[in-house]
């Protein structure tokens, strides 16, 4: 088994040490340079001193999306512009761009952070990167590019879309590893299928995908469609881009590199924390973040953290695969639904395709909700009857799961809008 840093296998006692130290700098920095902590501090009658270990934690004031959009662009920055040495931003649908920055020091860490995602997968300087995240604003991108030079690979900086280049340098260059979201890799796959060049064929063996959530039906499609081993990575802007967590081969859940980012899950409503295993909304503090530390982070991704020790060997803390998010989560007559928990009931049904779209809308003040999947190539030209018992077959399962109605639709293949970067799964009809 080999790791990138020692710090991923730490006992415990050390790694609270480790924490403890860093937390402590953290607080004293933010509360010296950052008058929006400095003021939150004050009002809950917090002294830096007040932050003696990790377990102080808890006294410490959240920060939101919001906070960051009010403080646009760099009113949370801990260090002056001229220790800045990179901008990304989330470009978020409503209001705002979120900024963030990043000093060298952060820039090398984050680094290092991908090094560590990428060993875990197996990946080494003797592989070839194509690297189909977005560059740009986008952390994707430069994020991962940078983890695979510093790991020694040689990285393809291709980006994300003009998917026939990409089927193109995936043949011709002999990338060994792909990074990009779950739903363009399916998408690159079907494209080579259009063109008649079997998927399994080329060199690939390692799949790195996140940025969007992902249900291990669909991560069993991927490995199938390309012959490659499928990891998750997952991060977040706010808190540094890829590779806050990553998946190891035991795929017992996500391993947090918490010796730089302290998870908590506490209840999205009350505010409280949670004990492990227990689902809730996910926090983080960064407490080695030179330009941009925020405490308490609500991220509003839902998941469980686990602390036993992982058959790896890594002492990280886990996190559940992110199934959703809690602004993600849509509620339908009071039931709570996340659009995956429906991906996996329809990546299910050989029938069907995994390109989906959930449309929600509201007939006589009353939430409805259509689910369109594409149903595979041939389906089409089967009798009538057959598309009306797969689309039966799919509202059965639904229901059984769910205790919910849900009107299936099956639609022509290639019908659904593919995405170069996060799919966008839902439209709500009722916002409008
Ligand atoms: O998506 C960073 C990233 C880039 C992660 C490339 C992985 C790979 P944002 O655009 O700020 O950052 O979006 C962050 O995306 O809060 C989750 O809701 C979702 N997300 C990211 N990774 C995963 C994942 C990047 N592996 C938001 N599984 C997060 C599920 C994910 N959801």
Known sequence: MSYWQREE????????????????????????????????????GLEPEDIKSIDDLKYLPFTTKQDLRDHYPYGLFATPMEDVVRIH???????????????????????????RCFTAYGITKHDIIQNAYGYGLFTGGLGCHYGSEHLGAAVIPISGGNTKKQIQLLQEFGSTVITCTPSYALYIGETMKNMGIDPRSTKLRVGVFGAEPWSEEMREQIESLFGIEAMDIY????????????????????????DHFVPEIVDADT????????????????????????????????TKLYTDKCECGRTLVRMDKVTGRSDDMLIIRGVNVFPSQIESIILKVAETAPHYVLILDRVNNLDTLEVWVEAREGMFSDAIKSLERVEKHITNELFSLLGLHVKVKLVEPRTIERSEGKAKRIIDKRKK
């Open 9 to 44: 296998t730490v006992s415990l006692d050390e790694k609270k040490a480790i924490q403890s130290e860093r937390l402590r700098a953290t607080v004293n920095r933010v509360y010296a340079h950052v008058p929006f902590y400095h003021n939150k501090m004050q009002e809950l």
């Open 89 to 115: 931003a989330s470009s978020g649908t409503t209001g705002q761009p979120t900024v963030v920055g990043y000093t060298k020091n952060d820039i090398t860490m984050w680094q290092d952070m991908i090094a």
């Open 235 to 258: 991060g977040l802007s706010e808190v540094l881009g890829p590779g806050v967590a990553f998946d190891c081969k035991k795929r017992t859940g996500l391993h947090i590199n918490d």
């Open 271 to 302: 505010l409280e924390l949670m004990t492990n295993g227990e689902s809730g909304e996910l926090v983080f503090t960064m407490i080695t973040k030179e330009a941009l530390p925020i405490l308490r982070y609500r991220t509003r991704d839902i």
